[in-house]
């Protein structure tokens, strides 16, 4: 899958492993998970790629994150996604737009 980050700090906690911006200051161990977790996106295809992964969760969200789509990092973080399809047979291309790495029970 092709990989956007719709938020500077998500860019830079996958590339640096931390952020400029203290709003968005995690441990290193979750920037660690974040990033292996962005990189399996990054290795699939396709969504369905990503069901062998029972660690990963996916699950389309509903209520109020309606649209959205998730995989999880760790049992507390999840990163949620947008997912679309573009091209043509052969040459079709997933882009997995990352939103937000959330807290899951907030």
Known sequence: MYIE???DYLR???EDGKTRNKKYRFQPSVAKQ???TIDKLRNANKIEDLFPFKSLNYEKLSGDKAGL???RVNQQYRVEFHSR???DEPDIITICSIVELS???K
């Open 34 to 36: 974040f990033k292996n």
């Open 12 to 14: 830079e906690l996958y």
């Open 85 to 87: 399809i573009t091209g």
């Open 69 to 71: 789509e998730s995989v």
């Open 5 to 7: 980050f719709e938020k």
């Open 103 to 105: 807290n899951h029970y």
